[in-house]
C-alpha cells in the first residue's frame, strides 16, 4: 500500500457523437459508478455481507470501476470541497444524485479519504474490505484514520488501491473565504441602500452595479456556501429592509443552486430576490416602520407594494435592461400557492418558480428577524416546521424541501440546548443527509452556563464507543434569555 499515483496507462476511450466527447462520457459513467457506490455504502451497513444486496451492490461497483478503468487505464475519485470528480471530471450535482453525491463525500470526508485510485484489477471482495473500513466507526481524526485504514488493507491483502490525503485546506484559505464573504455581504447591504433611497426619490437606480454584486453572490455560493448563509443571520434590526433583501437573495441563490438551476437563471433569480420589496420604497417611511398595529388604511399601504414594485420596475426598465421575470416575482412573493394572499389574483394562476423559491427565502427571514412590529423574532427551527406542515402558509412544498437540505431542521444561526447541558448555535447542516436533526454546532457554553467565544464546533452526529450519541439536541431556545448575539458568532 503507497500513497503514491500509479502510472497512468493509456487513454483508448471513444468520444460519443454529438458535443461534450470524452468529458460527457466520462460524466455519464463517473455518475453510474457513484451511484453505485453509494447503493454499495447503504447495502453493507444495512445488511450482513453475505446478503444478495450487499453482494449484487458489491458486484456492481466493481463492474463499473473496472469499466472505467479498462477504458482510461484507471480510476481516479477525488473529493474536494462539495464536488466529486472522475479521473479528473467534475461531475454534476443535481436533484436525483444529491443524496449518493453526499453521503459518499461524508463517508470519504469521515475517513479521510481525498483521493482514490482503483486499478482495473479491483474486485468485489476488495471493495467489500474498503467499504466496511471505510465506514468502521472511530474517534480518530480523518488523517489518522487514513493511515489506520491503508494499513488494515495491506493487513487483508487489498492491493488494488492507491489512497491519499484531502489536498489541505489551510486555515488561512478559510479566512480568506470568510472574509471574502464578509465583503460581498456588506458590499451588497450597501449597493442595496443606495437602490432603495434612489427609488424613494424618483431618481434611476445603477442596475449595472447591482447585476455586479448579485453576481458576487452567485460565484461565491456555487462556490462555497457556508459562508454566506452564516452571515444571514446578521439581520440588523435597523438596517432590516436592506439585510433582509440581501438575505433573500442569498438564501434563494442557495434554493435555486439545490433546484438545479443554471448559473444565468441564478443571476436572474438573484435579481428578482434582491428587488422583490422594491415597492416598499414607494411605502411611506412611518408605516413601514410603525411598531404599533396599523390601521386598516395603513396595511392597505402595505399590501400595495407588490404591485407598487412593478411600476418601479418598469420604470428601471424604461432606460436599462432589465430581466422581466423580477416583475412577476414582485408581483407574486405573497400571492401563496393557494392564492389566498395578497394581491388577489382575478384569474386562477400558478406562481412562477422563482416567486415560490423567493416566497420561501422570504418568509423565513421575515419571520426570523426583529422587526418593528415584530420585536420578538421566531425561532429559526419553528418556522422552518410550520413552513414544511401548516399548508396555510402557502409554500411549496418542493421548495421547502430543498430549504430544509440546505438549512437542516435546525437552520443555520439557532440556539440550542444540548442534552450536556451546554448551549449550541447551529454552524452549519449536517452533510449526511440523514443527519438532519443533527447539525454541526458551535458549542457556546460549558454544562454551567458559562458562555465562550469562539467556542469550539461539534458534530452531533458524532458518537461514543456504545454507539449512542455524544450531544443531542433537546430543544432551540430564544438567544436574548442567555445575552446571547447569534451573529457574533459567524463575524
Ligand atoms: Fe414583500
Ligand atoms: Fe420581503
Redesign the pocket.
Known sequence: MTAQKPPRVTMTITAPVGDGGADSMMRHKGRAFILALYQALRATKLYPIGHSSVQRALEDIATYSREIAATEGELELRVSGEFIFVNGTRLRLDLDNYAAFSHVLSVFRVAGIGVLHAGDAAAARDWQVLLSLAQGGTDASPHDRLYEIMEKLDAAGVTAFTLAEPAAESGEDRERSKERAKRTYSQSVAVTKDLMTSVRMGKSPNIKKIKRVVQSIVDQILNEEASLIGLTTIRDYDEYTFTHSVNVCIFSVALGKRLGLTKLQLYDLGMAALF??IGKSRVPVEVLNKSGSLTDAEWRHIAD??WLGVLALFQIRGTQEFPYRSMVVAQE??MKTDLTGYPRPIRARHMSMFSKIVAAA?GFDAATSRRAYQTVPYNPAEVMKEMRDNPRRGMDPVVVKAFINLTGIYPVGTLVVLDTFELGIVHAVNPLPEMLARPIVRIVSDPMGNLMNPGTLADLADRKDDGSFLRTIIKTENPDRYGIRVSDYFV
Open positions: 422583490h420589496d407594494h407588490p412573493h405573497h422570504d
